[in-house]
């Protein structure tokens, strides 16, 4: 079956760099997703892994090491819009639908 | 990107009714959805994957006959709660999948329905 890992909360203030950790056992492999969701909303699509190393857009960045089955989301020059759940998600053993870790809530202060 | 909607976006109905739920997606087709159901500050639990023109492919611990899904079209999905009790009260989320995208495994979700049961 899946197992996703990943903190539960992280604070960090505007402007600073932050790193939010995954880790993941899957029986069968096919990407890694990471997911941003405010309160209230649907979650909107920010990365997607399937090979080793890091994939940088803007001030996202989203790396997938598949022989730890580890996978982390930076985010750098934090604004205040980017307080919300960031969810990482694997894809199921029949590799349809997305599985969810539990997400992380990330709070940006002043 | 992809755009999937989703009415109503809330609805509140008395124990026992019914109560159906639409996801479309608007640019392109879409041979599988998904449902999801969201508790409070809590993670999406995957119930259901709906494909056009067959039977849907429940989770394990769903109930079939209670979350009723229809997939009628290559651009709509339809959840109904069928007698609906307060613990079904939760944030319903649908998604569709691009086979367009580059990245075939790309979900794009739907705003989502905030049910809440009487």
């Known amino acids: 079956g899946q197992n996703i890992d990943q903190p539960t909360e992280m604070t960090a203030t505007e402007g600073a760099i932050v790193q939010i950790n995954c880790t993941y056992q899957?029986?069968?492999?096919?990407?890694l997703f990471w997911y941003q969701q405010h309160a209230g909303e649907a979650p909107t699509f920010l990365s997607y892994n399937v090979l080793d190393g890091l994939e940088e857009k803007g001030r996202f960045s989203s790396f997938l090491s598949r022989s730890k089955g580890y996978s982390y989301l930076l985010l750098k020059e934090l604004q205040m819009k980017d307080s919300a759940s960031y969810l990482c998600?694997?894809?199921?053993?029949?590799?349809?639908?997305?599985?969810f870790g539990k997400g992380t809530t990330l709070s940006v202060s002043s | 990107g992809a755009v999937v909607s989703q009415h109503p976006s809330r609805v509140i109905c008395k124990s026992g009714t019914s109560v159906k739920i639409e996801c479309r997606s608007l640019d392109f087709q879409a041979t599988t959805m998904f449902w999801y159901r969201q508790f409070p500050k809590k993670s999406l639990m995957l119930m259901a994957t709906?494909?056009?023109?067959?039977?849907?492919?429940?989770e394990q611990g769903v109930e079939k006959d209670k979350f009723l899904i229809n997939h009628a079209s290559l651009t709509l999905s339809t959840l109904t709660v069928t007698s609906a009790h307060p613990e079904d009260s939760s944030f319903y989320i649908c998604s569709a999948r691009d086979p367009t995208s580059g990245r075939a495994n790309t979900q794009y979700f739907g705003p989502g329905t905030r049910l809440t049961v009487l």
């Open positions: 899957t029986s069968g492999f096919n990407g």
């Open positions: 709906s494909n056009e023109g067959s039977k849907a492919t429940y």
């Open positions: 998600a694997v894809t199921n053993q029949a590799g349809t639908a997305l599985i």
